[in-house]
């Protein structure tokens, strides 16, 4: 095989992925249902740790990773909820 062929290889193969359609984009509604979902598996299973390291002895590594993506969580929403009570306020203010 020739530098010729192997450089011809190389271009089909790109310009092959440039002809595919992009992944389609879930919408919003089912990105914040999809978020939403996240949060409270995160939070749940930051539950189900804490209640087992009192109850059984589990992992405390386990436990403070558990502990650390629930805060994570929790604070990521706040944040969240943070801004659309700002933008909120912001659309209140505008003149009519």
């Keep these: ?3 010729r062929t192997t450089l011809a290889a190389q271009g089909y193969g790109q310009a092959r992925q440039a002809t595919h359609a992009p992944p389609a984009q879930p919408d ?6 999809e978020a939403i979902r996240n949060f409270t ?3 749940q ?4 740790m804490a ?7 589990a992992d405390p590594h386990a436990l403070v990773t558990a502990l650390a ?3 994570l969580a929790v604070e ?3 944040t969240v909820r943070d801004k659309v009570v700002e933008a909120y306020q912001e659309i209140l203010r505008m003149p009519v």
């Design 1 to 3: 095989m020739d530098i």
């Design 76 to 78: 990521t929403a706040v």
């Design 41 to 43: 598996d995160t939070v």
């Design 69 to 71: 993506q629930t805060e």
């Design 28 to 33: 919003a509604g089912n990105a914040f249902s």
């Design 45 to 48: 299973q930051g539950e189900r």
């Design 51 to 57: 209640t087992a390291a009192m109850t059984t002895g």
